[in-house]
T-cell receptor
């Protein structure tokens, strides 16, 4: 149980275009979903936390107008990278939590974004 | 500020035992997690400690001392597939996960 999927797994886009990444919890309802980015050989960097039906909470330094997050249902959250630039190229990982005090997170497989 | 420290890289031999340490300074404490991450893949959950002591789960064990702000992950009977990065993460008083930079574990035959 506790499977999280992400789509697409890899995407290459041109500079200036927008890319949408989907994160789905397949066998549970996720009260909270998290979006991370990870640069090579670095740790995870939390970008934002989203709860179903409410606006996402962005970490300091993350542009909310550039990284649009929608958590429309308890099983789906989307991250849209708008007007992508080469420096946005990274590994984007979502995770989902049941909620509660333990808050164990289940990670999706990640999306490798390359902006040319 | 909040800080998680763990060694950058460790090397061990197949079949041996290795201990990966993690020290932390955070605003509050609501548990410590260990995750395994293979190159190019997302992290997978290994363990969760919120009380002092040792939690054993198969070949992996995790220890916590809250008074010392210290944890370790113990891997026994190492296998080549254990070569990965091991991430320590602490949940602070706001239930936010603070991540360490990860320890890259290299297993040699």
């Amino acid at each position: 149980g506790a499977v999280v999927s992400q789509h697409p797994s890899r995407v290459i886009c041109k500079s200036g275009t927008s890319v949408k990444i989907e994160c789905r919890s397949l066998d549970f309802q996720a009260t909270t979903m998290f979006w991370y980015r990870q640069f090579p050989k670095q740790s995870l960097m939390l970008m934002a936390t989203s709860n179903e039906g409410s606006k996402a909470t962005y970490e300091q330094g993350v542009e909310k107008d550039k990284f649009l997050i929608n958590h429309a249902s308890l099983t789906l959250s989307t991250l849209t990278v708008t007007s992508a630039h080469p420096e946005d190229s990274s590994f984007y990982i979502c995770s989902a939590s049941f909620g509660g005090e333990i808050g164990e997170q289940y990670f999706g497989p990640g999306t490798r974004l390359t902006v040319t | 500020g909040q800080n998680i420290d763990q060694p950058t890289e460790m090397t061990a031999t197949e079949g041996a035992i290795v201990q990966i340490n993690c020290t932390y300074q955070t605003s509050g404490f609501n548990g410590l997690f260990w995750y395994q991450q293979h190159a190019g893949e997302a992290p997978t959950f290994l363990s969760y400690n919120v009380l002092d002591g040792l939690e054993e789960k198969g070949r992996f064990s995790s220890f916590l001392s809250r008074s010392k702000g210290y944890s370790y992950l113990l891997l026994k009977e190492l296998q080549m597939k254990d070569s990965a990065s091991y991430l320590c993460a602490v949940m602070d008083s706001n239930y936010q996960l603070i991540w360490g930079a990860g320890t890259k574990l290299i297993i040699k035959p």
